[in-house]
């Protein structure tokens, strides 16, 4: 079974948040599973990971989007260091940047990432089992290759979609529609919620199973999904909740480079007291005190707003 993972994140080559971690070590872990043959597309960005490893162009062509002609070239990761196939698909002045995000055109960037990835597969004759969307910024691609005439040859590829965060749903006005590659006009209602083209709406409508990063995510979505809570009831028969796994090869406390103090089973109550101390130094803090941490962002759906009052209270 090939799998083909698509996604805009994937740990170590770009990293924002936890996308990255999971699309980074799901296929990892899938392709210890005989049968299975799990690989990574993602755009190309300039990053220390793409400079210090040998890439190889494995397909060069061009995409119509709108008026405009656009490169699109594939790159390749030449030997599996990350334990799976590595794609990343390079268009000039839309997808060669330095990050994921935080374009004025990433409605643009985004579509053009989908387009690229499914006119290479479609040029190079390349039919994947499974396509795995993750997020809205490949929320298009299975409507596309359904309904897309240019993608016929993958039509009736199984897809699937992870919902990691619904607070982003990729919003575009109908204008963007002549910049998609042709679709059947009269299934124009996949692409529309609420009067505007929503790609996470359309993925869930268009794919044949969608997944959440918990049971709990799942059920909290059916009740605060910023509008879509109606859509998720609706397609409730297509999802399933499935919690996020970590890769342990990266997060052992044992090599951890990011600890000044590395620690076993057998040591862990001193060595981690060592590592508080050494962070209470840096920071001017008292050791004695307890400490908390809080990995994430600044954000409503990550809790922050929270932390001020569960911490004094305790």
Request: hydrophobic share 40%; glycine share 8%.
């Amino acid at each position: 079974m090939k799998i083909f993972h698509l996604s805009t994140e994937c740990y170590p080559v770009a990293k924002v948040g936890g996308l990255a971690d999971v699309v980074g070590a799901l296929p990892k872990y899938q392709n210890k599973i005989k049968g299975i043959e799990a690989k990574v597309v993602m755009p190309f960005y300039n990053k220390p990971f793409v400079k210090d490893h040998d890439f190889e162009t494995v397909f060069d062509g061009w995409i119509h989007q709108g008026g405009n002609l656009l490169q699109v070239q594939v790159l390749k990761e030449r030997t599996n260091v990350l334990e799976f196939e590595l794609y990343m698909v390079r268009i000039p002045g839309l997808l060669d940047r330095d990050n994921p995000y935080g374009y004025q055109d990433e409605s643009f960037q985004f579509l053009a990432f989908q387009h690229g990835l499914l006119h290479w597969l479609t040029a190079m004759q390349i039919r994947p089992d499974v396509l795995h969307c993750h997020d809205y910024h490949t929320g298009l691609v299975p409507f596309m290759i359904a309904h897309c005439p240019e993608f016929s040859f993958l039509k009736g590829v199984k897809t699937v979609g992870t919902i990691h965060n619904g607070e982003y749903q990729g919003l575009m006005s109908w204008g963007m529609a002549n910049y998609f590659p042709a679709f059947d006009q009269y299934k124009w209602g996949l692409l529309d919620w609420d009067g505007v083209i929503n790609p996470l709406a359309c993925m869930i409508k268009c794919v044949d199973a969608f997944t959440t990063v918990s049971e709990g995510y799942l059920q909290e979505l059916f009740e605060s999904f910023k509008g879509l809570e109606i859509l998720v009831r609706d397609e409730h028969y297509k999802a399933h909740g499935i919690i996020n796994g970590i890769d342990t090869e990266v997060w052992n406390p044992e090599t951890d480079p990011m600890l000044d103090f590395n620690f076993t089973k057998k040591d862990v109550v001193i060595k981690k007291k060592q590592n508080k101390a050494k962070l209470c130094k840096e920071y001017g803090l008292n050791p004695d005190l307890p400490l908390f941490g809080f990995i994430g962002r600044f954000a409503t759906e990550k809790g922050a707003d929270l932390l001020p009052d569960t911490v004094w209270k305790s």
